[in-house]
């Protein structure tokens, strides 16, 4: 594997002329996707967290991004249905208790909710996802669907953007608190927590498709099934920007009120 080779990446794989002969190879292109497409980089980010959006363009990115949040635990399920294994099935079912919490335990959800009660959204408006843009729902709905209609080692891979989730999350508490007055700790609580849950779910996922990815063709849909998830991510930011830093607030959606 050499750069010129990684260059031949498109917006939906790796390209024909990348061939992955072993899981070391393997890991490291998925390093490289993860590297040049995390939505870490995406323009809307460096906004909210270098400080540059207002009160009503955060409520906005916090309410959209509640519905993938809570549609995690329900991706989570989908994956479990895919395995007879019950060692796969026993290891993944944590991912729905860190974020659906259990009797007496909170979760991501409420974590969630938290902050976005926090920065001043009614819960019920936020629960309902009545005001989130289309792009919201369609991109998040596309994640679910992949993850039931792909192979089981695909609905793994998916979920490599883990791998890079704990530096986000540093950036984003430190930026945000530092920059906006209306940011405290306390409603800071999910990203903390995923501190510590991010890197051992991510391991697993990571010797999962190392092991099982056995063939050049099966490693290759591990990477573009990492590439199909980094989209996933982007594509909401996307729609953010266009909506709440360009002004295209799509009919019915969310109108943060003026300040």
């Not at 919201?136 to 989730?165: D, G």
């Not at 984003?172 to 700790?185: K, Q, T």
Request: glycine share 6%; with cysteine.
């Amino acid at each position: 594997m050499n750069a010129a080779s990684l260059t031949g990446m498109t917006a939906l794989s790796i390209g024909k002329d990348l061939t992955l002969n072993s899981a070391e190879e393997l890991e490291a292109t998925l390093r490289h996707i993860g590297a040049t497409r995390y939505h870490s980089l995406h323009p809307f980010h460096k906004l909210l967290h270098g400080g540059k959006l207002n009160k009503g363009q955060v409520q906005a990115w916090a309410l959209n991004r509640y519905y993938y949040q809570s549609t995690i635990p329900i991706k989570d399920a989908v994956v479990i249905s895919r395995f007879r294994d019950r060692a796969t099935r026993v290891e993944w079912r944590h991912r729905i208790e860190d974020h659906d919490g259990d009797v007496g335990s909170e979760g991501g959800i409420e974590r969630w909710l938290k902050l976005t009660e926090g920065l001043g959204l009614d819960t019920a408006y936020v629960e309902s996802t009545e005001g989130i843009l289309p792009a919201t729902r369609f991109a998040v709905e596309a994640y679910v669907h992949y993850c039931r209609e792909k192979s089981p080692l695909e609905a793994i891979a998916s979920s490599l953007t883990e791998l890079f989730a704990p530096n986000l999350h540093e950036e984003r508490i430190s930026g945000m608190l530092e920059h906006y007055d209306f940011v405290n700790p306390d409603i800071m609580s999910y990203f903390k927590r995923r501190l510590t849950q991010a890197p051992r779910d991510a391991g697993f996922a990571l010797d999962y498709v190392k092991a099982h990815a056995k063939t050049p063709e099966q490693r290759a849909s591990v990477c573009n099934a990492l590439i199909f998830k980094t989209n996933v991510l982007w594509v909401q930011l996307d729609a953010l920007y266009h909506a709440y830093v360009e002004g295209h607030i799509p009919p019915g959606a969310f109108v943060p009120k003026a300040s």
